[in-house]
């Protein structure tokens, strides 16, 4: 049931929530009704996914077809512009408000997550655009609009793993300098809060970079090849 698989972890519940599933629920998953496309197999895979080795996920979650991990992915996205990002970001400000502005382990964790988050959008919007529409329009899931048909033009798996790189910024990095502060009695659980919020980020983004990385572009290749 949903209440069973969000007590696994936080990521699990995250998973949940993108399909609007009600956590609480205590009816089996495969009797809820979910959206358009997604498979009770498929949560259950990715929810197991930050326990299995990376080999064991990309053989897993391949099994499933383009239009169903894009929707993941799309999903994924809304809810880190939406959601993630701005509660840390607000767990950061209530950490952060009491120091001098010249605090350097304010400067720099301010500094740090703000080039994150910069470069995550532009790392979305580069995705929204361009990769997926021309991999449900591979997959005969979508069709581009003339806009998008010129946009895409001679566009390739090839291409986006040209132009495609993750942040230079680990969110690992952003971890290790929190670990390294230790917070007074008033801040003690905004920084607990905080940690837990990137630590959970962080597990997100690995599923999420795996699914993009070692399922999503293998498949737009088969498809190429397939279309040769």
Do not use: W
């Amino acid at each position: 049931s949903p209440a069973e698989l969000s007590a696994i972890s936080s990521f699990s519940a995250n998973v949940l929530r993108r399909f609007k599933v009600d956590i609480n629920s205590t009816k089996p998953l495969n009797s809820i009704r979910l959206g358009a496309q997604m498979q009770p197999n498929f949560i259950i895979d990715l929810i197991c996914a930050p326990f299995q080795t990376e080999h064991l996920n990309i053989k897993t979650l391949k099994k499933y077809d383009v239009g169903l991990v894009v929707k993941y992915l799309h999903q994924s996205h809304t809810e880190y512009l939406n959601k993630r990002i701005p509660e840390i970001e607000q767990t950061l400000e209530i950490l952060t408000e009491g120091f001098s502005h010249q605090s350097a382990f304010s400067i720099a964790i301010n500094s740090l997550f703000n080039n994150y988050r910069v470069h995550l959008i532009e790392h979305i919007d580069y995705e929204e655009k361009k990769l997926f529409p021309y991999a449900l329009d591979l997959a005969g899931a979508y069709t581009l609009s003339p806009v998008e048909m010129l946009d895409l033009f001679n566009y390739s798996s090839m291409q986006f793993l040209a132009e495609h790189n993750h942040s230079p910024i680990d969110i690992g990095l952003i971890i290790k300098l929190f670990k390294n502060y230790r917070p007074d009695e008033l801040n003690t659980t905004p920084y607990r809060l905080l940690m837990q919020q990137i630590s959970a980020f962080k597990e997100d983004m690995y599923i999420h970079e795996l699914l993009e990385d070692h399922v999503l572009v293998p498949q737009l290749i088969d498809l190429e090849m397939s279309t040769i």
